[in-house]
Nanobody
Framework: QVHLVESGGGSVQAGGSLRLSCAAS??????????WAWFRQGPGKQRERVAS?????????????YYADSVKGRFTISRDNAKNTLYLVMNSLKPEDTALYYC????????????????????WGQGTQVTVSS
């Protein structure tokens, strides 16, 4: 069981920045190919994965990271392993970034796809709202 709690959302003007945090707890090991991700769901839109990485690193190795085209160069995912906290730094925010943002973890004991697909993310936080005004 992985418990995730997000914080850091809010309202900001276009061009501004926010940092989302997600505190993780409740798991003893990383299982098989553990994935960490941020998803978002905007008004009237489907949920989309905006950034993720997998493995035991901190998200800085591009070989293990994924970013949606819409956020590349603006958003950065990272993890402080000592604090067990996942981050999403969002710069140059646009009104179209307005959404409910969720952190998620893909934790499997044995087997599965590696890297995890979006459908492999099986633990979710409660979400934090980000609103960007023009």
């Amino acid at each position: 069981q992985v418990h995730l709690v997000e914080s850091g959302g809010g309202s900001v003007q276009a061009g501004g920045s926010l940092r989302l945090s997600c505190a993780a707890s409740g798991y003893a090991d990383s299982g098989f190919c553990m994935g960490w991700a941020w998803f978002r769901q905007g008004p009237g839109k489907q949920r989309e994965r905006v950034a993720s990485f997998y493995g035991d690193g901190d998200g800085s190795d591009a070989a293990y990271a994924y970013y949606a085209d819409s956020v590349k160069g603006r958003f950065t995912i990272s993890r402080d392993n000592a604090k067990n906290t996942l981050y999403l730094v969002m710069n140059s925010l646009k009104p179209e970034d307005t959404a409910l943002y969720y952190c998620a973890a893909a934790w499997r004991r044995f087997g599965g796809t590696c890297p995890p697909t979006s459908s492999d993310y099986n633990y979710w936080g409660q979400g934090t709202q980000v609103t960007v005004s023009s």
